[in-house]
């Protein structure tokens, strides 16, 4: 019985995500769990003259920390 609750309670959270997943994606979002999410791909095409997700900018700014700090 107890397996059964415990398989129960999985399921569920891993319906849960799947869903939340679901619904952003059909919202919109490109970078889900992005702080700017809902902005990011909006601000990315202003500032960068494309519709990519602007999360691929804090990984350029990361690289060019580090570059830097050489």
Known sequence: MVNAVAT???????????????????????????????DCADRAKVEQGHGSCGCGSIDQMLANMERAAR
């Open 8 to 38: 129960l309670i999985l399921v569920a959270i891993l319906g849960a995500a799947i869903a939340y997943i679901v619904r952003q994606k059909r919202a919109g979002v490109k970078c889900i769990g992005c702080p700017a999410a809902h």
